[in-house]
């Protein structure tokens, strides 16, 4: 049987509420980058960071609210928290490179060039100075 809200011990209700507000901000902070960042890129990181943090704050004030409402130990949102923190950076990777791909066949200007390996560099000795 869970108990209702209004009999929590005040110290838990107060680590719930702390937990949910900075998780809730968290979320908010990273939507909020997502809007102003200006490129592409710069806004895959700021959802990134908040969905991973601003859930786990939440999932957090969910494990001490039911723990001690049930009064036995609540913890499969764990599993939740697995898998947010799994997916996010796999999803935000892959998007990314198929942002970089689709930029590149393009030829947009701003995009990075793709890697060059230290065989492919030119040699220092060989290039001469303009100046």
């Given at each position: 049987?869970?108990?209702?809200?209004?009999?929590?011990?005040?110290?838990?209700?107060?680590?719930?509420?702390?937990?949910?507000?900075?998780?809730?901000?968290?979320?908010?902070?990273?939507?909020?980058?997502?809007?102003?960042?200006?490129?592409?890129?710069?806004?895959?990181?700021?959802p990134a960071l908040g969905t991973s943090w601003g859930i786990g704050g939440i999932?957090?004030?969910?494990?001490?609210?039911?723990?001690?409402?049930?009064?036995?130990?609540?913890?499969?949102?764990?599993?939740?928290?697995?898998?947010?923190?799994?997916?996010?950076?796999?999803?935000?990777?892959?998007?990314?490179?198929?942002?970089?791909?689709?930029?590149?066949?393009?030829?947009?200007?701003?995009?990075?060039?793709?890697?060059?390996?230290?065989?492919?560099?030119?040699?220092?000795?060989?290039?001469?100075?303009?100046?």
């Amino acid at each position: 049987m869970i108990y209702p809200a209004a009999d929590l011990p005040l110290s838990v209700a107060l680590a719930v509420a702390f937990f949910l507000l900075v998780g809730a901000a968290l979320a908010l902070i990273g939507a909020i980058g997502f809007l102003r960042l200006p490129t592409f890129y710069e806004r895959l990181h700021a959802p990134a960071l908040g969905t991973s943090w601003g859930i786990g704050g939440i999932m957090l004030a969910s494990m001490i609210y039911f723990t001690v409402s049930s009064s036995r130990l609540v913890i499969h949102e764990i599993l939740i928290g697995i898998f947010v923190t799994v997916t996010t950076p796999i999803t935000f990777m892959l998007l990314a490179r198929a942002a970089l791909h689709r930029d590149r066949t393009a030829r947009r200007d701003g995009v990075p060039r793709k890697y060059v390996g230290p065989e492919e560099r030119p040699n220092p000795e060989d290039v001469s100075d303009a100046s």
